[in-house]
């Protein structure tokens, strides 16, 4: 039963879908495990800033909001640290590989959201419109995520590119806290779909 729930969500219920096509994709699922944490932490950095920017209307908040971030930043650090002090003696060449070639892919997305946060930094984006250009390079990350890891991710991807527009024509004032919250939790969301995923490899594997 939990085998066939995990395939539901992951879009693994094509009766015209081999077994080694669920395979590739269990193997793509199990080149993420590693990053999971990185959607923890930014999606609860996501999430209680905009917690705080909404409770800011009643209380004085002050820097809190940076403090968050340089949590966030020090426990990424942390994170890389401990993936590249981790061996993956499990792992054969071509899994390598395949990890290797996924991992570039995501380098266009880093850098993207690097460029936003410099534009941002030194204010040559409108900081009414800066939630915007980070929920659409978020919700376009979900989309190539999917090219891999399967539907949610694709329908992620397309939830928060509709719900950025809805926001941006008709909520544009409550972009920051809207989109901060929402991102938030779709990355938290994606942390818990790629752990269940890596035990329905595990589970395969053994």
């Known amino acids: 039963m939990k085998d066939a729930k995990i395939e539901v969500i992951f879009g693994m219920v094509n009766t015209e879908q081999t077994i080694s096509e669920k395979q590739a994709l269990l193997r793509d699922i199990r080149w993420s495990r590693p990053y999971i944490v990185f959607f923890i932490i930014w999606g609860s950095q996501g999430l209680l800033a ?16 940076l403090v ?3 949590i966030a930043i ?36 880093l850098l993207a959201v690097g460029a936003v946060w410099t534009m941002g930094y030194v204010q ?37 590119f509709v719900l950025t527009i809805v926001v941006a024509v008709e909520y544009l004032g409550l972009a920051s ?11 938290l969301a994606s942390g818990w779909l790629l752990y ?11």
Not at 135 to 154: C, D, E, H, R
Not at 199 to 205: L, P
């Open 50 to 65: 905009a917690v705080l920017e909404f409770l800011e209307q009643w209380f004085p908040i002050g820097r809190w909001g």
């Open 68 to 70: 968050l971030v340089g």
């Open 74 to 109: 020090a426990a990424s650090l942390f994170a890389l640290w401990r993936i590249n002090q981790s061996k993956q003696a499990n792992v054969n060449k071509a899994a390598r590989g395949a990890q290797s070639n996924k991992g570039r892919a995501v380098v266009p997305v």
């Open 124 to 160: 040559a984006i409108d900081p009414l419109y800066t939630p915007l250009l980070k929920s659409f390079i978020l919700a376009v990350g979900y989309a190539q995520l999917g090219v891999w890891l399967g539907k949610p991710f694709i329908g992620m991807g397309i939830w928060l």
């Open 177 to 187: 806290v809207l989109l901060g919250g929402f991102g938030g939790v779709s990355m």
């Open 196 to 206: 269940i995923g890596n035990n329905q490899f595990k589970e395969e594997a053994g």
